[in-house]
């Protein structure tokens, strides 16, 4: 692979800006420049090659269907030459495409965009609900907040950085020379999140690869060996390495600038807590297109349990604070359950729209995984026989019917009713004997006593 980018690169080079439509790999030269961070935007200049016999270069805006007006302004010339650039954002494609007939030398494009981002629940009354923004000494990007696809297909790409002093790039991508990071189109569009500012970073090689780990404005206990541990835990968990091979990121942010965290293909931003990094990194391998929508609650709850359970394992929490942690669920599932307990595919299936069943997919998603748990220990079995066996395949789009095969699979029918009782019908869950709640842990966002409004970790004093 190296040699191939390598001999692309040259090729690159030596056809410079000629004839860009030979045959042989196309790189496409993006940089980001920020000049002010607390405006908000970033500026970026691309330089496109464009292939044989194309006639229309259209770019995609991935995260710019639900806010268009984040694009201030797009321009594209060739040699010198404006060209015609057709704005469609109204559309479900938030495509522009510029007519590129008869041109041969690279085309450049200039864009102004505010790359902020909110997830299904986030609020902009909250910035620090949004999982990609810029502000004043920080910025964490998502990839398709920034930057475009080409519908005609994606080129190797070359990223570079134009940042405020002290500001380093801290990306998932392979980078040639300090700053400049290469991007194989195959890579090209997979969601990441790019740490841009003063971070301090550490790195840890994972195989042949490395984890670069970013962290600013934070003290925590979170350190190399911390971020390998959780690694190692979901490994052993999965029985491989993450599907997608490549370098990695760990960003680990305060909590006034992003509430909880995320994560792309092979990147996580998160704040400094234990539980929500392992949930994050777990992510790797516990992808959001593993299932379908009506199984959220596997690739969010069983995430979050084995999360806790990780973080616990590698001892960033304590046994009392994991009991804290469930009875807080536990809590939260009961009161947001308190008309009628629904079905783990109903809450899945609700998790874009709703709160209370995007909660509900966390919370009784994670004391299913530990009720099962429960329930195969008795028959001496274990439920990380079914994460591995669910998670050993490379698959994509696994609906409940798959789960329940794949648990038949592994367990006879051992399991079988309580799949049916919880996944399918909508039973409660049983009383599993947790404690009362404290608010503490920073697992539940919602509590009879704080009501209908979300809250947020209640701080030891
Ligand atoms: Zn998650």
Excluded at 342 to 347: E, H
Excluded at 382 to 408: C, I, P
Excluded at 437 to 460: I, K, M, N, V, W
Aim: aromatic share 8%; net charge negative.
């Amino acid at each position: 692979m190296l040699v191939q980018l390598v001999l692309g690169f040259l090729i690159f080079l030596s056809i410079g800006a000629c004839d860009s439509r030979d045959a042989g790999p196309l790189y496409a030269a993006w940089r980001v420049e920020i000049v002010d961070p607390a405006s908000g935007v970033v500026h970026v200049h691309g330089e496109i090659p464009v292939m044989v016999g194309t006639t229309t270069l259209a770019l995609q805006f991935r995260d710019l269907k639900r806010h268009p007006q984040a694009l201030l302004a797009l321009t594209a010339r060739s040699g010198g030459r404006e060209l015609v650039v057709d704005h469609i954002t109204e559309d479900a494609d938030a495509t522009h495409r510029i007519d590129v007939t008869g041109i041969v030398d690279p085309v450049v494009i200039e864009y102004t965009i505010n790359p902020t981002f909110f997830p299904p629940g986030g609020s902009e009354k909250y910035p620090s609900d949004a999982r990609s923004r810029v502000v004043d000494g920080v910025g964490v990007v998502r990839t398709g907040s920034l930057l475009p696809t080409m519908t005609d297909g994606n080129r190797n790409a070359r990223v570079s950085f134009s940042l405020p002093a002290d500001w380093v790039a801290v990306t998932p991508w392979r980078s040639v020379d300090t700053g400049v990071f290469t991007i194989p189109a195959s890579e090209w569009g997979q969601v990441d999140y790019l740490g841009l500012g003063p971070f301090e970073t550490l790195e840890l090689p994972m195989g042949k690869d490395i984890v670069r780990i970013g962290v600013l404005g934070v003290d925590s206990e979170i350190d190399v060996d911390a971020v390998a541990g959780l690694l190692e835990f979901h490994r052993e968990l999965a029985g491989s390495p993450p599907v997608d091979p490549g370098p990695r990121t760990v960003l680990l942010v305060p909590q006034k600038f992003m509430r909880g965290g995320a994560a792309g293909a092979r990147s996580t931003v998160q704040i400094a807590d234990a539980g929500v990094l392992a949930h994050e990194l777990l992510h790797w391998w516990v992808h959001s297109d593993l299932t379908t929508a009506e199984a959220k609650w596997f690739t969010e709850g069983f995430t979050n349990y084995y999360g806790i359970l990780a973080a616990q394992e590698v001892g960033l929490l304590s046994q009392d604070e994991v009991t804290e942690c469930f009875a807080d669920l536990n809590a939260e599932m009961r009161y947001l359950e308190r008309d009628r307990p629904r079905s783990l595919q109903q809450v899945s299936e609700g998790y874009t729209r709703e709160a209370r069943s995007r909660r509900l997919v966390y919370s009784k998603g994670t004391l299913f995984a530990e009720l099962l748990e429960r329930e195969l220990r008795l028959q001496d079995r274990a439920l990380s026989e079914f994460m591995r066996a669910v998670l050993t395949e490379s698959r994509a789009g696994l609906n409940n019917k798959d789960l329940r095969e794949t648990l038949a699979n592994v367990y006879g029918n051992l399991a079988d009713a309580r799949f049916i009782a919880n996944v399918i019908a909508g039973e409660a869950l049983p009383d599993m004997g947790f404690g009362p709640a404290t608010g503490r842990s920073g697992c539940a966002r919602y509590l009879p006593e704080h009501g209908d409004q979300p809250f947020e970790r209640e701080r030891e004093p």
